[in-house]
C-alpha cells in the first residue's frame, strides 16, 4: 500500500485522500454534507439506499459516494443539477411508500428521513396509489417495531452480522415485499440489541421503554458513564421534568465506539422502581419508621459507636464497586478512622490468600481498543459476553482478524466469535490451568510446583501454550467466574507464571464500573488509598462474614443478592448489634437484617467518578435530583465522619474528595504483578455435586435488578437448578421436576433444567436471583433432594 | 485436559435428517469449498420442500438452518427470495402457469380461465381434494411453445383448453 | 450459413447430447488438442478476443477481453462460472444448448477454465429447467468418466471439475454477481460494482461469468479461429447468433444464423403471421429491450450497432414478435408487472419506482389513467434510470419509454375513452 495521497475536487475544494478511500468517508472528514440512509461508518458499505448519489466529471450516471473510491484529479459535485436530481429522485421513492404518522412516531424530531426530506423532498407526492403496510411484529420487551416505516437500508441486519455476531434479523422476501424482521414471531435477544434503535434512521425500530414519554426536543442531554460493567461505557442521559427519560451511547472510539450493551442503555429504568428508598428509616423496636435525615444519622452513629467505639474491629465496611471513587474513598476514610482496618468491596470472591502478595491495582493491564490487536488470549473463569458486552465486542473483533481465543471455564458459553472451550468442574479447572502451565514451563514453586509437575499435558495444552508463546500480543484474562472460584489465588499465580513463561500480559476483567476505582481508593483490607500495603491489616470480606462483627455499614450492597455467600453474611448481620445501611433501595434484603436504612441517590442522581478496566477515570455530574429525601452518598458519609468527630471530613463538593484520593493516586496505574510463585492447598473438590453460581447479566446489581424491561427479556431467566443430561440421569432427577437444594445446611426449593451447557459432576444453580438468596457460597458441594 | 464438542451446536447432523436426506444434501454440500456449506441452502430447501409434499415450514427451514450451520433467519431469507419454494401447502401437482408476454400475445388468458373453472380454484389456492393448486409464474423460458404451463418439474407446451384437459385427466 | 456454432452438430445427430453422437462430429477434439499440445493460455484467450464474440446472454460485453482481465498466474483458486439462468421474457435459446449440446457447453467451460487458470466451475441453471438439468447432470457423468472433466485431464496436469447450481426462481439471478451471491447460498442481490468479478467474485476470488451460449461457442471458434467466427457477422457484431423467436407467428422456435442477417429473412425463416394478422411491432431482444414498430423492422438487420441505432438492443437475441390484435398497454400493464415482481428489493429506485410504473400503467389499462400519467411515467423511469445497483432497474425503465415513444396513442386512447383501442371491448386487466 502506498502512503501517497490522492488530489480529488469536491464542490470546487481540493481536498487530499489515500487512493481508493470511498468518497463520502472522504467528504465526510472535509465536513461536506452528502446525504445517506444506508451508509454508516462502522457497517459494511451495501449501496443500497441511493440516497448519497453524486456527480463526478467524464462519468453520465450519478455515482454513490459510499462505494466510490477516490483516485487522482477527480471531480466531485455534491449539489450539481444532476447530483440533485438524483437524490431528490430517491428522496421521492422513499417516501412514496413511507407512512405519514410523523405525529405519532417516535422517531419524530431525530428522524434522519424527516430531517434529509426537509432538504430533498417535496411538498406534495406524486404517488396516489395505496401505501405499503406491513403487519405489526413484537421483537421483545425492548425494541418497538414498525416495519411500515422501514425504508430498507439494512442497517439493523447488518449490526447483527457484522458487530453482534449474530444474525436475528434479517430481509425477508424480495422487491417491495421485502420486510425487515424475525420473519417467525421471535424475540431478539442479543446482549447489544438496543444498538439497532440508534442505527435505523426512521421510526421503525425504536426504544420500547421509552416510547411516548418525551418528544426529542423536549429533552436535555448530559454526558455520563454507564454504572455496571467495568468498561465505563461513555452515555447521553437524556433528562425531562428531572427524570431520565432514556440512555444513548455517546461516541468514544477509544472505550465504546458508539456502541452500548443492553444493560447499559435500559437499567435507567431501576431509578424509579417503586423500591426506592426515598426517606430514612430505622428501626425501633423492631418496626422500621420513616424519620427524618437528623434522627436517622444520630441513630446511625450512636449505634455505631456503642458496637464498635471501643474496638475498632467490631466495624465491617462492606461496600460495592459499583460506588463512585469519592464515595468508596471516603468509606475507607471513615472505617480507617474509627480505628478498623475491616474495609473491603470485594463482595464476591471467597479465597483471599493471596492479599499481600496480590496484583496491586488489578485491571486489564492493555487498552480496551488495544484488545483488538491481540494475536492470542487465554481467558479463565470468563463469559466474556454477557459479563463485559463491550470487551467481548473487541475480542470478537481481534478473534476475526485471525486471534487464538481460548476459555477454561465451568460452563459452556455461547459465543458470538470462534474460540475454543475447555469446560470443567471448577476444581479441574485449576487442573487445566496447571496442564498448560506446564506446557508451557512456567516456573512455579512449593505447592504449584507440585501441583504442575503432577499434571498432565495434552495435546490441547500444548496447542494452546504453543499459541500464547507464539504471539506478538497475547494475554490471560482472568474473568468473574475465576475471581469468585474458591481457589482464586490458584489461578491467579498459575495465569500469572504462565504469562510470565509465554511472554504474555496478565490481564484482569473487573466485574464492576469501580472495582478498580475501588483498589485505587483504598477499599481493601490490607491497601490503602493508591494501594499502597497498610501496616496494620484489617479482615477481608470473608473474614468479616465468617467472623461477625458487632457493627456493620453497608454501601450500595444487597445481603441476598450481591454477596458470595447469602447465607453467611445474612448469619453474620443477624447477629450483629447495629446494621447502618447505604442504600437507594428499600429492599426486603436490607429491611430484614440492617437498623438504618439511609437513602442514597442512584446512578445520574449523584456527581463522581469510575475507573474502568484499562485505569481511565471518568467524572461526570449528578444530572437529575435525587429522588424524594435522598442524598448523594458521599455527603452522608461525609457528615457521619463529622458526626463521628473523624479529622477529614470537610469536603465541600465530590471535587474535593476526588482531589484529596489524587493527591494519593493520581499516577497509581493499573498494575498486575503478582509477587509469588506458589500459593496453597487445592479448596474446591471433585467429590460430590460441585455448584457453579455465576451472576446473571441482568441479575449484577441492585439498579439493573429492577430494570424491569430488561427483567422481561428472554436473557433474565429465573433461577434454576440446571444439570447436564448425564448428570440429572445418575442423580435420579428429571426435567421439570421441582427439587430443593441443601448447601451448608441452608435450602431452597428451585426446578430442575437439563442443559447442555453444565459439565457433569457440577449443578449450574445461578445467584443474585430471587429463590437462591438463602444459598450458600457460589461455588461448593451441594445435594439435591425430591421435593 | 481435552476439548469437548461444544454442546452449544445441539444436535449430531444424523439426529436432523434421515439418511436418504442427508445423501442427498451431502452430495450438493459437496460440490462447493468446505468454508462454504451455505452453498448448499437452495438445493436442500427443495429437497426438503419435495419430501414434504412441496411446501416448507419453518421447522424445516430451522432444519436445514442447523445442518448447514447458518442463522434460521439467513435461512428464512433464501427462502422467502426464490419464488420457487412454497411457504403455504400447495397442491399435489403444482401447475406454475405462465403469462408473460409471449404466452399472453398466444392467449394464455384463455388457459388461465379454463384452468380456474375446471379446478374451481384461483392463484395461490388449492383444490379441495388437495389434488391441484395454481401458480402465476413469470417468464419460463420456452416461448416457441407459447402458452406453456409446468406441473412439477415437467414443462407442457402449445396448450389448448383441450390439451389441458387431456394432461390434467392423464396425472395421478 | 445457419446453425454453424452452438447448433453445429444438431442436424447430423440423432441424440445430439450423448458423449459418443457429440465426439462422432469432432467434440473435445479441441479440448484434447489444447491439452494434449499444452497451448498456451494466452493464446487461448488472444483467439477470443479475436473472434469478436461479444457476451450472448444480453449485455455484449466482449467475451475475450473479460477473460484478458484475470491474471492466470495470480496464487488461489479462481472460477469459470456459466449463467444458465435464462429468465429474460421472450428467451428460450439457452435452454436448447443444455438440452441438445451440452457437451459443447461443458467443452467451451473446461477451455475457460485452462484459459484463465480456473480449476473449478458451476454451471447455475435456473431452477425451472429440472429437465435441461438432468440432461446436464448426465452429460456431466460422461465427461467425468471420460475423463474431460476431473484430476489431470487427459494427463495433461490440468484439474478441472465442474458442477451445476439450480437456481430457485428468481429472474434477478440472471445478473451476474446476483448469480454469485446465489450460488454463496444468499438472496441474489446484485453486489455493486466495483469490485468486479474478474477481480472479486465467486467466493471473493477471481471469476469469470459468461452466458451458456458465449461458453458453447468457445470450441468451434478455437476449432475455426477467431477470423472465421469474425467474418461468418458483421462488423462490431462477429459471429452467428441463436435467435429466440416467438410471438404471433406461424413457426417460432430458436434459430442461429450470422448476426447481420435481416430481420426480414428471420420474419421469413418463422412462416411470417399466423392467422394472417398484421405484424405491428417486434421487440428485438427480450422483454428489457424497447419495441421497435414493425415496419421499421422489417428494414434492419439483426446485429448490435443496428439494433442500437433504431433506439433498441439486440439483447439476447430473445425477438417477440406482434400482430396488429394485441393491446400495447395490456403488454406493457404485463411487463411492468414482471420487473415489479422480479425486483429483489435492495436498491431504492428500483424497489420503489417499479411498483410504481406497474400500477400507473395498470391503472391506464384498467381504464383509470388521468392525462398527467404519460409524463408520470416518463419522470419515474428517468428517476430509475441509471440510479440502480443493477441493470434491472433500466431494463423496466426502457420498455416503458419505448412503448410511449411508439405507441402513445393507444394510452392517450386508453385514457380518453377508458378502453381499448384495440379490439371493440372495454379493457380488461390480468384479474
Not at chain 3, 414493425?294 to 442500437?308: H, K
Amino acid at each position: 500500500m502506498t502512503d501517497e495521497l490522492v488530489t480529488i475536487e469536491v464542490d470546487g475544494r481540493e481536498l487530499k485522500a489515500k487512493p481508493g478511500t470511498m468518497l463520502i468517508d472522504v467528504t465526510d472528514a472535509a465536513g461536506i454534507n452528502i446525504p445517506r440512509f444506508c451508509y454508516h461508518k462502522k457497517l459494511s458499505v451495501s449501496a443500497n439506499c441511493r440516497m448519497c448519489l453524486v456527480e463526478v466529471e467524464k462519468v453520465p450516471k450519478p455515482l454513490p459516494a459510499c462505494c466510490t473510491p477516490v483516485n487522482e484529479g477527480m471531480k466531485v459535485s455534491t449539489r450539481s443539477p444532476m447530483a440533485l436530481g438524483a437524490q431528490k429522485g430517491t428522496m421521492e421513492f422513499l417516501l412514496i411508500n413511507h407512512p405519514l404518522d410523523c405525529p405519532i412516531c417516535d422517531q419524530g424530531g431525530e428522524c434522519e428521513l424527516q430531517d434529509v426530506a426537509v432538504g430533498y423532498g417535496s411538498d406534495v407526492s406524486r404517488y396516489s396509489e395505496a401505501k405499503r403496510v406491513v403487519p405489526q411484529r413484537d421483537i421483545g420487551p425492548l425494541i418497538a417495531t414498525d416495519f411500515t416505516r422501514c425504508i430498507h437500508c439494512t442497517r439493523c441486519v447488518r449490526f447483527g452480522a457484522e458487530i453482534a455476531g449474530v444474525r436475528e434479523l434479517g430481509a425477508t422476501g424480495r422487491g417491495e415485499h421485502m420486510t425487515i424482521g424475525t420473519f417467525v414471531e421471535k424475540s431478539v435477544d442479543s446482549e447489544m440489541s438496543g444498538n439497532v434503535i440508534d442505527l435505523c434512521p426512521v421510526g421503525s425500530l425504536t426504544a420500547k421503554p421509552s416510547r411516548y414519554k418525551a418528544r426529542a426536543w423536549e429533552l436535555t442531554q448530559h454526558d455520563s458513564v454507564a454504572p455496571h460493567d467495568s468498561v465505563g461505557s461513555n452515555i447521553h442521559v437524556h433528562t425531562r421534568n428531572n427524570r431520565v427519560v432514556r440512555v444513548h451511547p455517546k461516541e468514544n472510539e477509544s472505550i465504546n465506539e458508539i456502541w452500548l450493551s443492553d444493560r447499559d442503555r435500559f437499567s435507567y429504568e431501576g431509578l424509579n422502581s417503586e423500591d426506592r428508598l426515598t426517606q430514612p428509616m430505622v428501626r425501633k423496636n423492631g418496626e422500621w419508621q420513616e424519620v427524618e435525615w437528623q434522627e436517622a444519622l444520630e441513630f446511625a452513629v450512636k449505634g455505631l459507636q456503642s458496637a464498635a467505639g471501643s474496638d475498632g474491629d467490631q466495624l465491617a465496611t462492606l461496600v460495592s464497586a459499583n460506588s463512585t471513587l469519592e464515595e468508596l474513598y471516603l468509606a475507607q476514610k471513615l472505617t480507617r478512622g474509627m480505628d478498623s482496618g475491616n474495609i473491603d468491596h470485594r463482595l464476591r470472591q471467597s479465597d483471599f490468600r493471596l492479599d499481600g502478595n496480590d496484583s496491586p491495582v488489578p485491571g486489564l493491564g492493555i487498552t480496551i481498543q488495544g484488545i483488538e490487536s491481540l494475536d492470542a488470549a487465554l481467558l479463565v473463569g470468563s463469559n466474556v459476553r454477557k459479563e463485559q458486552p463491550i470487551i467481548a465486542h473487541r475480542l470478537r473483533k481481534a478473534a476475526k482478524s485471525g486471534a487464538k481465543v481460548s476459555f477454561i471455564n465451568p460452563l459452556w458459553i455461547d459465543l458470538h466469535f470462534e474460540a475454543d472451550q475447555f469446560v470443567s468442574t471448577p476444581a479441574v479447572m485449576v487442573d487445566n490451568l496447571a496442564s498448560i502451565a506446564k506446557a508451557a514451563s512456567a516456573k512455579l514453586t512449593g505447592n504449584l510446583a507440585k501441583l504442575v509437575k503432577a499434571a498432565e499435558v495434552s495435546e490441547t495444552a500444548k496447542s494452546v501454550a504453543e499459541q500464547l508463546k507464539s504471539a506478538n500480543n497475547g494475554v490471560i484474562m482472568l474473568g468473574n467466574q475465576a475471581a469468585a472460584h474458591p481457589d482464586y489465588s490458584l489461578l491467579v499465580v498459575l495465569a500469572s507464571a504462565i504469562a510470565e513463561a509465554t511472554n504474555t500480559s496478565l490481564s484482569y476483567i473487573p466485574a464492576l464500573s469501580n472495582s478498580v476505582g475501588a483498589a485505587l481508593a483504598g477499599a481493601l483490607p490490607h491497601r490503602g488509598p493508591a494501594a499502597s500495603l497498610v501496616e496494620k491489616c484489617g479482615a477481608n470480606a470473608q473474614m468479616m462474614q465468617s467472623k461477625p462483627r458487632k457493627a456493620y455499614l453497608l454501601m450500595g450492597a444487597e445481603p441476598g443478592f450481591d454477596f458470595w455467600d447469602p447465607s453467611l453474611i445474612n448469619s453474620a448481620l443477624d447477629q450483629a448489634e447495629c446494621v447502618v445501611a447505604l442504600t437507594a433501595y428499600h429492599s426486603e434484603s436490607l429491611a430484614s437484617c440492617a437498623d438504618v436504612m439511609l437513602p442514597i441517590a442512584g446512578f445520574a442522581e449523584t456527581s463522581g467518578t469510575l475507573v474502568n478496566a484499562e485505569g481511565t477515570w471518568q467524572s461526570f455530574n449528578g444530572l437529575v435530583k435525587p429522588q424524594g429525601d435522598a442524598r448523594p452518598a458521599w455527603k452522608v458519609l461525609r457528615v457521619l465522619g463529622n458526626l463521628l468527630d473523624i479529622d477529614g471530613f470537610d469536603q465541600n463538593s465530590s471535587d474535593d474528595v476526588l482531589e484529596e484520593l489524587k493527591s494519593h493516586a493520581a499516577e497509581t496505574a493499573i498494575d498486575n504483578s503478582v509477587s509469588t510463585k506458589t500459593a496453597g492447598e487445592l479448596n474446591s473438590s471433585t467429590e460430590g455435586l460441585y455448584r457453579i453460581g455465576d451472576v446473571p447479566m441482568y441479575a449484577s446489581d441492585a439498579l439493573v435488578r429492577r430494570a424491569s424491561s430488561l427483567q422481561r427479556t428472554n436473557s433474565a431467566e429465573p433461577a434454576a437448578v440446571r444439570l447436564s443430561a448425564n448428570q440429572a440421569k445418575s442423580s435420579d432427577v428429571e426435567e421439570e421436576e421441582t427439587l430443593v437444594v441443601v448447601q451448608d445446611g441452608n435450602r431452597a426449593q428451585l426446578p430442575l433444567i437439563i442443559d447442555p451447557r453444565v459439565p457433569d459432576g457440577a449443578v449450574w444453580i445461578s445467584s443474585a436471583l430471587p429463590g437462591t438468596e438463602k444459598l450458600g457460597g457460589q461455588f461448593g458441594v451441594v445435594t439435591l433432594e425430591k421435593a | 485436559m481435552k476439548i469437548l464438542n461444544n454442546p452449544l451446536q445441539a444436535r449430531n447432523k444424523e439426529e436432523i435428517f434421515s439418511e436418504e436426506i442427508r445423501q442427498d444434501i451431502d452430495c450438493w454440500i459437496a460440490k462447493y469449498p468446505p468454508e462454504w456449506k451455505q452453498s448448499a441452502v437452495m438445493a436442500a430447501l427443495r429437497i426438503m420442500q419435495d419430501d414434504n409434499g412441496g411446501w416448507l415450514t419453518t421447522e424445516l427451514m430451522d432444519d436445514v438452518a442447523e445442518y448447514l450451520d447458518m442463522s434460521p433467519i439467513h435461512v428464512y431469507e433464501v427462502a422467502t427470495f426464490y419464488s420457487m419454494y412454497e411457504l403455504k401447502p400447495v397442491g399435489k401437482h403444482k401447475i406454475c402457469i405462465c403469462t408473460n408476454i409471449a404466452c399472453m400475445i398466444n392467449d394464455s388468458d384463455s388457459i388461465v380461465k379454463h384452468l380456474k373453472k375446471k379446478l374451481e380454484i384461483g392463484f395461490g389456492e388449492v383444490t379441495e381434494d388437495g389434488r391441484f393448486s395454481l401458480k402465476e409464474v413469470e417468464c419460463l423460458g420456452a416461448c416457441g411453445g407459447a402458452p406453456m404451463f409446468q406441473i412439477g418439474r415437467k414443462y407442457y407446451e402449445n396448450l389448448t383448453p383441450q390439451v389441458v384437459d387431456s394432461i390434467l385427466d392423464g396425472l395421478e | 450459413m445457419a446453425n454453424e456454432v452452438c447448433f453445429r452438430t444438431l442436424e447430423y445427430l440423432k441424440q445430439p447430447w450423448e458423449l459418443e453422437e457429440y465426439k462422432s462430429r469432432g467434440g473435445y477434439e479441441v479440448l484434447t488438442h489444447i491439452l494434449k499440445n499444452k497451448v498456451g493460455p494466452s493464446e487461448v484467450v488472444e483467439t477470443m478476443k479475436a473472434s469478436g464474440l461479444r457476451g450472448r446472454g444480453g449485455a455484449g460485453f466482449p467475451t475475450g477481453l473479460k477473460w484478458s482481465f484475470i491474471s492466470r498466474n495470480a496464487p488461489g483458486q479462481k472460477y469459470v462460472v456459466c449463467n444458465s439462468d435464462e429468465g429474460e421474457p421472450g428467451t428460450f435459446k439457452d435452454r436448447d444448448i443444455l438440452r441438445y449440446n451440452p457437451h459443447q457447453l461443458i467443452e467451451g467451460m473446461v477451455i475457460a477454465g485452462y484459459a484463465i487458470g480456473a480449476t473449478v466451475g458451476y454451471n447455475y441453471i435456473r431452477g425451472e429447467f429440472w429437465e435441461e438439468y438432468e440432461r446436464f447432470e448426465a452429460a456431466l457423468e460422461q465427461a467425468r468418466a471420460a475423463g474431460f472433466l476431473g484430476d489431470n485431464l487427459l494427463g495433461s496436469g490440468f484439474d478441472f471439475q465442474l458442477h451445476s447450481h439450480l437456481g430457485g426462481g428468481a429472474y434477478v439471478c440472471g445478473e451476474e454477481t446476483a448469480l454469485l451471491e446465489s450460488i454463496e447460498g444468499k438472496k441474489g442481490q446484485p453486489r455493486f460494482k466495483p469490485p468486479f468479478p474478474a477481480h472479486f467474485g465467486l467466493y471473493g476470488r477471481p471469476t469469470i461469468i459468461n452466458n451458456t451460449e458465449s461458453l458453447s461457442s468457445v470450441p468451434v471458434i478455437l476449432k475455426e479461429g477467431g477470423e472465421w467466427f469474425k467474418e461468418l457477422g458483421v462488423e462490431n457484431s462477429g459471429g452467428s447468433k441463436l435467435f429466440s423467436i416467438s410471438g404471433n407467428i406461424n413457426n417460432p422456435g430458436v434459430f442461429e444464423v450470422p448476426l447481420g442477417t435481416p430481420f426480414s429473412e428471420l420474419f421469413e425463416l418463422v412462416g411470417g403471421m399466423k392467422d394472417g394478422r398484421k405484424l405491428k411491432a417486434v421487440i428485438p431482444g427480450g422483454c428489457s429491450s424497447p419495441v421497435i414498430p414493425g415496419e421499421q423492422m422489417m428494414d434492419l438487420t439483426m446485429d448490435y450497432d443496428a439494433i442500437q441505432k433504431a433506439g433498441s438492443m439486440l439483447g439476447s437475441g430473445a425477438i417477440v414478435i406482434i400482430d396488429d390484435q394485441q393491446c400495447m398497454v395490456k403488454m406493457l400493464d404485463r411487463m411492468s408487472y414482471f420487473y415489479h415482481e422480479e425486483s429483489c428489493g435492495q436498491c431504492t429506485p428500483c424497489r420503489e419506482g417499479t411498483g410504481w410504473l406497474w400500477r400507473v400503467v395498470n391503472r391506464i389499462e384498467n381504464g383509470k389513467g388521468r392525462q398527467e400519467d404519460l409524463d408520470l411515467l416518463e419522470s419515474v423511469c428517468g428517476k430509475i434510470a441509471g440510479r440502480t445497483v443493477c441493470a434491472l432497474g433500466d431494463a423496466a425503465a426502457m420498455p416503458v419509454r419505448g412503448m410511449l415513444k411508439y405507441f402513445q396513442e393507444e394510452f392517450q386512447y386508453h385514457i380518453d375513452h377508458k378502453r381499448c383501442m384495440v379490439g371493440a371491448g372495454p379493457t380488461k386487466g390480468l384479474g
